[in-house]
């Protein structure tokens, strides 16, 4: 086989890995989920969501991060290589962790073990997640692509580097991760609806806001509104957790995160059309402010009660036995029944 062929059989080839990569965890998310446990046991929910969150979202900042400076000292090449070799070593140090044997799922709380099926009003619940889940994928995919490129041509009074935009697209995203810890450890102490409204509402405006900045009022105005981008993140986990059973949860999130990369990649899509037609970054904010508007529709849409406010009632009071061993006061003529042994 010639160069030529042999070089474009390489791309066709790194064409398809990459595609593959993106999509194994996609269909491998169900099985993920029960050997991990992607929300389960020990209780706060949603500040493990929302530490786990942050380390997520810390690879978004690291990306703009790292592939810039690799891009002006090195090459394209380097920029894949390093990623992949630094994946290559975590696999390797999580399969000895499992063979280990301490790979296992935390203890299921009181309240999960008491979940035998899915809490009242989980119809509408999981209707809201859908909404807020789409939504709200389409304007993080989108402001996750737009925000690095946004910098290069709306900051010149700043940079116009690739390495100081990406680096400051980069602190972003790590600042603004950090709302997902504030927002979960509210909503293991608050009601689910009135966080999860407040931080839909502040979206649409705030990234109507963005696009009139420029410069450092652009960068400050992008870490707020990227913080409540981030800051939804827990909640829809959290409310899937409090409405859906454990058997079921895993499942769920598959579903949850298969929607969340078709979205994504629809966001991606639409926000390169808008750009490549000369519409500009104004219209990508305008669509990105119509979609955030749908997170709010979702959020009002949410049930007013969690399900984490709601508890399974007592047994009945069949008899004088199980009403003893209840802590139930028995009315004085089953009291005279019971002593009788009637």
Request: contains cysteine; hydrophobic residues 55%; glycine residues 12%.
């Amino acid at each position: 086989m010639d160069g030529q062929k042999l070089r474009l059989l390489f791309l066709n080839v790194g064409h398809f890995v990459d595609h593959m990569f993106m999509l194994i965890f996609a269909k491998a998310a169900f099985s993920a989920g029960l050997a991990f446990g992607l929300a389960e046991g020990g209780g706060n929910v949603g500040w493990r969501l929302g530490a786990n969150g942050v380390w997520g979202n810390m690879g978004v900042a690291a990306a703009p991060l790292i592939t810039g400076f690799i891009l002006a000292g090195y090459d394209w090449r380097l920029a894949f290589m390093v990623p992949g070799v630094i994946s290559v070593l975590i696999g390797v140090g999580f399969m000895a962790f499992v063979r280990s044997g301490r790979a296992r799922a935390p203890e299921a709380t009181a309240r999960e073990k008491a979940m035998v099926g899915f809490a009242p009003g989980w119809k509408r619940a999981l209707l809201a997640l859908a909404m807020v889940t789409g939504a709200g994928g389409f304007v993080f995919g989108t402001m996750t692509f737009v925000i690095p490129r946004m910098f290069e041509v709306s900051m010149p009074g700043v940079s116009v580097d690739v390495a100081v935009t990406g680096t400051l697209a980069a602190i972003v995203y790590a600042v603004a991760a950090f709302a997902q810890l504030i927002v979960g450890r509210i909503i293991d102490k608050r009601r689910v609806k009135p966080v999860l409204v407040t931080v839909a509402i502040g979206q649409p405006v705030l990234i109507a806001l963005m696009a009139l900045q420029t410069d450092y009022a652009l960068f400050f105005s992008a870490v707020i509104a990227m913080g409540f981008v981030f800051g939804q993140i827990p909640i829809t986990d959290a409310v899937l957790a409090r409405y859906v059973p454990e058997q079921w949860r895993a499942k769920a999130l598959s579903v949850k995160f298969m929607l969340n990369l078709v979205i994504g990649a629809l966001a991606l899509l639409s926000a390169r059309t808008i750009l490549a037609s000369g519409g500009g970054f104004d219209m990508v904010m305008v669509m990105l402010a119509g979609a955030a508007s749908l997170i709010v529709l979702a959020a009002l849409l949410l049930p007013a009660r969690s399900g984490a406010e709601w508890r399974p009632p007592p047994p009945p009071p069949n008899d004088g036995l199980n009403c003893r061993r209840i802590g139930i006061a028995l009315p004085s003529f089953q009291r005279i029944r019971y002593r009788q042994g009637l």
